[in-house]
């Protein structure tokens, strides 16, 4: 289906880039749609508020997947920022948020391990799962060699 929209696209002079992004937003939209409404009807949350914890400051990527949860599954929120993943476990186990955002894998290096050892060791559990395109940019002054 991807490769249609793409040939399309290219018809109509849009980027195959712009095409592809755009078709994992719409997709991931619709799976975090999905997740907010099977999770409200299995586990509700009370004024369809929650905290939400995170690691990293404000800016951050895990902070940035924070609020695109949030988003789907709270009309409001109360972000909590961490600076170790074991303090997003232990907010969580200690019922002082409702979620932590966790990253598991990313395509530069892999699984991320440590996460994966607490995984092993709390009585929690994965409920969703959001895909964040991370792009970076290198920029410069002009004439300066790379």
């Not at 990253?103 to 440590?114: K, Q, R, T, V, Y």
């Given at each position: 289906?991807?490769?249609?929209?793409?040939?399309?696209?290219?018809?109509?002079?849009?980027?195959?880039?712009?095409?592809?992004?755009?078709?994992?937003?719409?997709?991931?939209?619709?799976?975090?749609?999905?997740?907010a409404?099977?999770?409200?009807?299995?586990?509700?949350?009370?004024?369809?508020?929650?905290?939400?914890?995170?690691?990293?400051?404000?800016?951050?990527?895990?902070?940035?997947a924070?609020?695109?949860?949030?988003?789907?599954?709270?009309?409001?929120?109360?972000?909590?920022?961490?600076?170790?993943?074991?303090?997003?476990?232990?907010?969580?186990?200690?019922?002082?948020a409702?979620y932590?955002?966790?990253?598991?894998?990313?395509?530069?290096?892999?699984?991320?391990?440590?996460?994966?050892?607490?995984?092993?060791?709390?009585?929690?559990?994965?409920v969703?799962?959001?895909r964040?395109?991370?792009?970076?940019?290198?920029?410069?002054?002009?004439?300066?060699?790379?």
């Amino acid at each position: 289906m991807l490769n249609r929209l793409i040939a399309e696209g290219k018809k109509q002079g849009l980027d195959s880039f712009y095409i592809t992004r755009l078709f994992q937003t719409i997709n991931q939209d619709f799976v975090l749609t999905q997740q907010a409404v099977f999770q409200q009807h299995l586990n509700p949350i009370p004024n369809n508020s929650g905290q939400i914890a995170f690691l990293g400051p404000n800016g951050s990527y895990s902070h940035l997947a924070a609020r695109q949860y949030s988003a789907h599954h709270f009309i409001q929120s109360i972000e909590c920022s961490c600076d170790k993943f074991e303090d997003i476990f232990a907010l969580v186990e200690t019922k002082q948020a409702d979620y932590g955002i966790l990253p598991i894998e990313n395509s530069s290096s892999g699984a991320i391990n440590d996460v994966y050892d607490l995984l092993q060791t709390t009585p929690l559990s994965i409920v969703g799962e959001m895909r964040l395109p991370i792009n970076h940019c290198l920029l410069a002054i002009t004439k300066v060699p790379l």
